[in-house]
């Protein structure tokens, strides 16, 4: 893996029309815990695989393939950017929280959003 810190990590990311009742299913039925949360949003990891998952309540408004989180949004943009990858919509919610929907060069959606900065 490269050296940049820009990417932190990837996660699987699933829109659920209530994280709460959400919760119960990947929880109890498919054996996820609880790792963290916030307003909307609670990432959860496998007992078993270590596989993460974020369910998510946001409707980024357009399906995409992967999602990056990150800490510094600007800087992932911007490297993002020299790389040929295609920044569609830049969102900011009054909330505070951002994401960035974006393709790459064969038109594969990719979500680049922070969780905390």
Known sequence: MSKN??????????HV????????????????EYKEG???WMALENKKTKQKIVLTEEDFGSPWALAFSTTN????????????ITIKTKVITPGGFK?????????????VYVRSE
């Open 5 to 14: 810190h820009f990417i932190q990590f990837t996660d699987t990311m699933i």
């Open 17 to 32: 029309p209530s994280v709460q009742e959400a919760m119960s299913f990947w929880t109890f039925k498919m054996g996820f």
């Open 38 to 40: 916030g307003f909307g």
């Open 73 to 84: 949004f600007e800087e992932a943009l911007d490297k993002l950017s020299e790389t040929n």
């Open 99 to 111: 994401h960035a929907l974006c393709y790459d060069e064969r038109g594969i959606p990719l979500l």
